[in-house]
């Protein structure tokens, strides 16, 4: 169990500075996800920490000790990647025994290790394979059997179920959930799903092109988005954001929570902060765009001065598009930001 401490951290390819400066502290047992958009370097960050590129500025260290030159075969970690990287014409046995091999590990205790790996991985039956032989999933589970054999101390992940469909990816989410649960060992995970971040991680760290927008566990990134970036990034469907002074509605907003909205700001409001109820209520008026009725919960899309707001019920909807209809806002999820972006309060 291992813990990191990023200060500073600096990427430069060429003339173009990919990661601006990150500070991060890494507990423990924990279980850090990276996400962001394609681009952001999320990769590039964990690559730096897996000794796979130089740090160009600030410092990287594990333990207390700074490794931010140390070469990566002596970090003691293990990376796994979405490509899965095995080797084509080895079996699993000899994909997943292949850096003990390296390492002069005795025979029987690298059959015990790779054993009790494939056990944990559902992958007993598979040992003799090739991976050419095995589903996507399967060949997934190797390349986390093949980390968790050497007992690193930390595991590297870098979008690892990207290539699983649907089915597979939430299968094989679960398992690494349960298998951080039963081997404790910190993990840093790079993601753009933000769907994987918010169910596997103890804390999510936000990038947005090469710096960190926030940090902090799931419910409190929902709950308390530091800028509309994160407030839309995380959340599915996305908060819905609006002009204040768009909507006609929410100046009265001020008045009954006793916060300022300001004139210039936006208010942001979770899809599951919109009730739609029948026209001519109090409230804001809108027409109905879009049904999407998804079985146990309905996204109803409804324009509202020009701009499309979607509200998230539970029960189905007897509404049609086009049915004219009054929005009604639950205060209490109500988001303010500033005309930058930044949240000014959460009313
Ligand atoms: P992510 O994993 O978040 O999609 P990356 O870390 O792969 O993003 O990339 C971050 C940025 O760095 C991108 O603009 C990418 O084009 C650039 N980049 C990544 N690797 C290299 C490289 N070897 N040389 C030059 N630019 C690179
Ligand atoms: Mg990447």
Redesign the pocket.
């Known amino acids: 169990m291992s813990f990191l401490q990023l200060r500073g951290v600096e990427k430069i390819?060429?003339q173009?500075k990919?990661i601006k400066g990150v500070d991060l502290d890494i507990h423990k047992n924990e279980f850090i996800v990276f996400v962001?958009?394609?681009?952001?370097?999320?990769?590039?960050?964990l690559?730096m920490i897996a000794g796979l590129e130089s740090i160009d500025g600030g410092s990287l260290h594990v333990d207390g000790k700074n490794i931010t030159h140390l070469p990566s075969s002596q970090r003691d970690l293990a990376m796994v990647f979405q490509s899965y990287a095995l080797y084509p014409h080895m079996t699993v046995y000899d994909n997943m025994s292949f850096a003990l091999k390296l390492a002069k590990v005795a025979p029987d205790v690298i059959k015990q290790k790779v054993e009790h790996a494939a056990d944990i991985l559902n992958l007993s039956k598979y040992l003799q394979r090739t991976p050419k032989e095995l589903s996507g999933g399967q060949r997934q589970r190797v390349a986390i059997g093949r980390a968790i054999v050497r007992a690193p101390k930390i595991f590297l992940f870098?979008e690892p179920l990207s290539n699983l469909d649907a089915a597979l990816r939430g299968q094989t989410r679960v398992e690494i959930h349960k298998l951080h649960r039963a081997l404790g060992v910190t993990t840093i995970y790079?993601t753009?799903d933000q769907v994987e971040a918010m169910t596997l991680a103890d804390r999510v760290v936000v990038?947005r092109d090469?710096a960190i927008e926030q940090v902090g566990a799931p419910l409190d990134l929902y709950d308390k988005p530091a800028n509309q970036f994160v407030a839309q990034f995380i959340g599915m469907p996305s908060m819905n954001i609006v002009k204040a002074a768009q909507l006609a509605g929410f100046g009265s907003l001020s008045g009954q929570t006793g916060f300022p909205v300001p004139s210039d700001g936006l208010i942001g409001v979770r899809p599951e902060g919109v009730r739609v109820l029948p026209a001519g209520r109090s409230g804001v008026p809108g027409k109905v765009e879009l049904i999407e009725s998804l079985g146990a919960d309905t996204l109803i899309h409804v324009e509202v001065k020009g701009t499309s707001m979607i509200s998230r019920q539970s029960e189905r909807t007897a509404l049609e598009v086009g049915d004219p209809v009054t929005l009604e806002f639950d205060l209490s999820s109500l988001h303010c930001f500033d005309s930058a972006g930044r949240m000014v309060a959460r009313i």
């Open positions: 390819f060429g173009h990919v962001g958009p394609s681009g952001c370097g999320k990769s590039t960050l690559r870098d790079v753009h990038l090469g």
